[in-house]
């Protein structure tokens, strides 16, 4: 996808702070991190988000999954970590280029989403 911002960050085409890459995948810190360490994991390929993914992506994905221990790890996160991977319209996804949201830092993150009061 030629318009896609993180294409083009996995092209090195715009600038990031890489975190890691191999052949089909690309990590790099959050432009405006919400948690002291705040790092995305992306495929080099375009999928458009989750609901664009199915079992032919079988092994990226669990390529992503399967990274993210290292990765957290050589971020500091050694004592655990949180991944978000905001999907679709409901989900509130903003870039429309699948990617994992690694999440961590010193102090626990509280609880996932806050309840609505009722
Ligand atoms: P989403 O809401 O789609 O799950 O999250 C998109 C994330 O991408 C946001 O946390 C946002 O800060 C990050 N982001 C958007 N544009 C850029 C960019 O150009 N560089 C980097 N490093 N992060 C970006
Ligand atoms: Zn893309």
Same mark, same amino acid.
């Given at each position: 996808m030629s318009d896609c911002i993180f294409c083009k960050i996995a092209k090195g085409e715009i600038p990031s702070k890489k975190v890691y890459e191999d052949e089909e995948i690309f990590a790099f810190h959050d432009i405006? =991190? !919400?948690? =002291?360490v705040h790092f995305l994991i992306i495929p080099k390929? %375009? !999928? @458009?988000s989750l609901m664009e @993914?199915?079992?032919? %992506?079988q092994m990226l994905l669990g390529s992503m999954l399967a990274k993210a221990n290292e990765l957290a790890r050589s971020q500091g996160l050694e004592d655990g970590f949180r991944i978000i991977i905001n999907t679709g319209r409901i989900g509130h996804q903003e870039v429309y280029h699948l990617h994992v949201h690694i999440l961590g830092g010193p102090e626990p993150l509280g609880s996932m989403i806050k309840r609505n009061a009722s």
């Open positions: 405006n =991190p !919400i948690t =002291p390929l %375009h !999928i @458009a @993914a199915d079992m032919s %992506h």
